[in-house]
């Protein structure tokens, strides 16, 4: 069972999500505004959020803001704004994935359970301190922490698991697609580009020039593959 929390002002939309993942088996917890669910975020151990971003007190983008400040918590977006600039910002401030309006809560739920046996697998299996360059980057994946020159980088959740993705296919390029099926699952039906914008962020906090990077490479009409010395 998973802690959830569901953030959403529209209380009929709200119950709906919690009886079916609570059907599934998981525990969930619901506020209407954002200032709330900040408190109840403070006060409990959740393992996804559930972000509606028209609130009434303030924006969803902000609650994305803070919790990203404090958390590399699972947020999934809720948002009538279906616009690519719309997604491309969602993603940019911390979300995972980016829903929108109307959606089918039995596609959210099945999503949310792929997320959960996908976290427990990765549980299950053992992995090792990883270190590049000397140690100036450091990957360790039972922590699921970055850091940079002994500093720890704040990444989302998505984020590590495309640096450790191309991290694990050393000497491979994977292809958006390949990336997406092994991330995101075979039945993501967001837009390819999605890896583009977390590639740019993960180049914004590890790459030294961003624009002729060493770690996160560009392999044009291809992919990526990662070219860190270990």
Same mark, same amino acid.
């Given at each position: 069972? +998973?802690?959830?929390?569901? &953030?959403?002002?529209?209380? +009929?939309? /709200?119950?709906?999500?919690?009886?079916?993942?609570?059907?599934?088996?998981?525990?969930? /917890?619901?506020?209407?505004?954002?200032?709330?669910?900040?408190?109840?975020?403070?006060?409990?151990?959740? @393992?996804? &959020?559930?972000?509606?971003?028209?609130?009434?007190?303030? =924006?969803?983008?902000?609650?994305?803001?803070?919790?990203?400040?404090? /958390?590399?918590?699972?947020?999934?977006?809720?948002?009538? %704004?279906?616009?690519?600039?719309? $997604?491309?910002?969602?993603?940019?401030?911390?979300?995972?994935?980016?829903?929108?309006?109307?959606? /089918?809560? *039995?596609?959210?739920?099945?999503?949310?359970?792929?997320?959960?046996?996908?976290?427990?697998?990765?549980? %299950?299996?053992?992995?090792?301190?990883?270190?590049?360059?000397?140690?100036?980057?450091?990957?360790?994946?039972?922590?699921?922490?970055?850091? &940079?020159?002994?500093?720890?980088? =704040?990444?989302?959740?998505?984020?590590?698991?495309?640096?450790?993705?191309?991290?694990?296919? @050393?000497?491979?390029?994977? +292809? *958006?697609?390949?990336? &997406?099926? %092994?991330?995101?699952?075979?039945?993501?039906?967001?837009?390819? $580009?999605?890896?583009?914008?977390?590639? %740019?962020?993960?180049?914004?906090?590890?790459?030294?020039?961003?624009?002729?990077?060493?770690?996160?490479?560009?392999?044009?009409?291809?992919?990526?593959?990662?070219?860190?010395? +270990?």
């Amino acid at each position: 069972m +998973s802690n959830i929390l569901i &953030i959403e002002d529209e209380v +009929s939309v /709200s119950e709906v999500l919690r009886a079916y993942l609570e059907k599934e088996g998981h525990k969930v /917890s619901t506020a209407i505004r954002g200032l709330e669910g900040l408190e109840l975020f403070e006060r409990l151990d959740f @393992k996804l &959020i559930i972000l509606d971003l028209m609130l009434p007190d303030i =924006s969803g983008e902000e609650v994305c803001k803070i919790i990203r400040e404090k /958390s590399n918590v699972h947020i999934f977006m809720l948002t009538a %704004k279906g616009a690519l600039n719309d $997604r491309v910002e969602g993603l940019n401030i911390g979300a995972d994935e980016y829903l929108v309006k109307p959606f /089918s809560p *039995r596609e959210l739920t099945a999503r949310v359970n792929a997320l959960f046996r996908r976290l427990d697998t990765e549980k %299950k299996e053992d992995k090792e301190e990883l270190l590049f360059d000397d140690g100036r980057l450091t990957v360790d994946y039972d922590k699921r922490l970055i850091k &940079i020159n002994g500093e720890e980088v =704040s990444f989302t959740p998505n984020e590590f698991d495309i640096l450790y993705t191309l991290i694990i296919n @050393k000497g491979k390029v994977l +292809s *958006r697609e390949q990336l &997406i099926d %092994k991330i995101f699952g075979i039945d993501f039906d967001g837009y390819d $580009r999605t890896v583009d914008v977390h590639i %740019k962020n993960i180049r914004k906090k590890i790459e030294e020039d961003t624009r002729n990077p060493k770690y996160v490479i560009t392999v044009i009409k291809v992919g990526y593959k990662f070219g860190g010395e +270990s």
